[in-house]
């Protein structure tokens, strides 16, 4: 069966088997509804990804050391520090920060304005990561011996977790495609069993006057693949402008997040012809299936 | 070109008939008689495939019926035309393409132009041509099947009563119909208990009559 075919269509094969309102109905109406779940679906997918890459990103990166000294004692732990640092596998690099970048850390918090030099800041050591990282109790139990003033925070290291969750959410996104995609399928077949068996009559005519299953079964899958293409296609649209209308933020927050960003956009789109082509195979194997059961 | 040998059939139980054999050979016209629910229209079914035979050997158009792959039998049907008995119309479309169907479901949908009017006048069914089946008379009804029968001027013609419900002056234009195409070589093969058609169509070609009866067939019945 060719699909152009198919979609031109056959007028008269098409005539051949009654409309059936209600099924036609049913059939839109459900091919619809599963595609507004598979945006959602996809979307959840789509954006647990980013955000799991996104942390995993961070994670990678950075951690700091915090060293508290009384004054006259900040430099010669910052060098300890860094010696200490240099020694640990799994430590890229590490560098004090300056004081403008301290003071640009600060500044979403205090404000332009915050005179730094009179206040005691304790000195940041930013510690950038390779591999899989750096043991950090170890890490911990050495500065500690030598470098009484550090306080290491490693700090992303608590998303570890929420990144497998983000990770295992994706995945869980791709089996609802499925499973949304399977549904479809057995939806499909079930309203295909019942057109052709309300049409067992039209079906022995049109045998009875040398038509061949194909023609017979193409009336049928032309009309449940261009009824769950419509319906997903409306659905798609609905999920598309739900998922459009959540309401945005830049926190990186996982709700506010939740939607496509840029070529994303287009992902949704195949929806439609993916429906229409469960659909497609779907009804054609009840359609053959069932008329080679007939006489 | 449709051969039936020691065939029998049973619908369960009891066989209908048994070691019946039937030849149409080219171009032949034969009338196939007997008392009702003698096997008459079984006995049709199985010269187009519609039935298989419980026992026997069915030839059609030179290939083993019992063989025939779904294609094979869709073929086949194509080059036979049946008026049946109880017409086998799809009700929801007008009469015009009930009777254009064979065509259309074998892609000749272009040849229905003017065949259609004119099959469609000569059985006296161009007034109800938008019509539905359902809204036909019983003998409007059979004439429609003889139309849809020959619209693809198929090589055998194979028709169970088409004159059970028409006058008679309508039974001769249908059965002049079936002779004049079988006098264009195509084969014919009707069913009738109707003796008068029989008398009136032996008045203008040869034809053969077969009576079936008690499961037996008699061949080259005198009326
Ligand atoms: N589908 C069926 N299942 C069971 N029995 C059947 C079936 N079709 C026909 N019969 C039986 O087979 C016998 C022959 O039927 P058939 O229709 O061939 O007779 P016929 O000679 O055409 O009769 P008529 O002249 O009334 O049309 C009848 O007794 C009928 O009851
Ligand atoms: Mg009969």
Redesign the pocket.
């Known amino acids: 069966m060719q699909l152009w075919a198919l979609l031109q269509g056959d007028r008269h094969a098409d005539r051949a088997v009654p409309p059936t309102g209600f099924t036609a109905r049913l059939t839109v109406f459900t091919a619809g509804a599963m595609a507004f779940l598979a945006v959602f679906a996809l979307a959840l997918s789509v954006a647990t990804g980013r955000l799991a890459d996104r942390w995993a990103a961070e994670l990678a990166q950075t951690s700091t050391l915090r060293i508290s000294a009384p004054v006259g004692e900040v430099d010669a732990q910052v060098t300890a520090a860094l010696r200490v640092l240099e020694t640990t596998p799994g430590v890229g690099s590490a560098r004090s920060l300056t004081e403008e970048e301290e003071r640009a850390l600060l500044e979403p918090w205090f404000g332009p304005d915050l005179p730094v030099d009179s206040l005691r800041l304790p000195q940041l050591i930013e510690i950038v990561e390779t591999g899989d990282g750096y043991d950090a109790s170890g890490l911990r139990a050495r500065l500690q011996a030598e470098v009484p003033g550090a306080v290491l925070d490693d700090h992303t290291r608590w998303r570890a977790p929420l990144i497998d969750a983000a990770t295992r959410l994706r995945t869980l996104g791709w089996i609802a495609l499925l499973l949304i995609g399977g549904a479809v399928a057995a939806m499909i077949t079930l309203a295909a069993q019942s057109a052709l068996s309300a049409n067992a009559q039209v079906i022995r005519v049109m045998r009875l006057v040398g038509a061949r299953d194909a023609y017979i079964a193409r009336a049928f899958v032309r009309r449940f693949t261009l009824r769950a293409g419509a319906g997903a296609l409306i659905g798609t649209a609905l999920g598309l402008l739900a998922v459009a209308l959540m309401p945005d933020g830049d926190t990186g927050g996982f709700l506010t997040g939740l939607g496509f960003s840029g070529t994303g956009w287009l992902l949704p789109l195949l929806i439609p012809p993916l429906a229409a082509a469960v659909a497609f195979f779907a009804t054609r194997a009840a359609a053959l299936r069932t008329l080679r059961s007939q006489a | 070109m449709i051969e039936l040998d020691n065939v029998a059939y049973s619908?369960?139980g009891d066989s209908?008939f048994a070691d019946l054999s039937l030849q149409l050979q080219p171009g032949s016209f034969q009338f196939l008689t007997?008392p009702?629910?003698?096997?008459?229209?079984?006995l049709l079914k199985l010269c187009y495939g519609d039935l298989l035979a419980t026992s026997g050997s069915v030839t059609l158009f030179g290939k083993d019926a019992a063989t025939l792959t779904r294609d094979d039998v869709a073929m086949t049907r194509r080059r036979i035309g049946v008026v049946h008995?109880d017409c086998q119309f799809l009700d929801h479309l007008p009469l015009t393409e009930n009777v254009a169907l064979p065509l259309q479901v074998s892609g000749r949908t272009h040849e229905a132009e003017g065949n259609l009017t004119d099959l469609l006048a000569w059985v006296g069914l161009s007034r109800q041509a938008d019509q539905t089946p359902p809204q036909l008379s019983g003998g409007e009804r059979q004439r429609a099947a003889l139309a849809r029968a020959v619209i693809t001027s198929p090589d055998v013609i194979i028709a169970d009563?088409p004159t059970g419900n028409v006058d008679w002056e309508m039974s001769q234009r249908l059965l002049t119909l079936l002779i004049e195409l079988n006098r264009m070589g195509k084969t014919v093969l009707i069913?009738t208990?109707d003796l008068n058609l029989i008398r009136f169509a032996k008045s203008q070609v040869v034809a053969n009559v077969l009576r079936i009866k008690g499961g037996r067939m008699e061949t080259g019945v005198t009326l």
Not at chain 2, 36 to 41: H, L, M, R
């Open positions: 619908y369960g209908l007997g009702s629910g003698a096997g008459k229209t079984t008995q009563e069913a208990h």
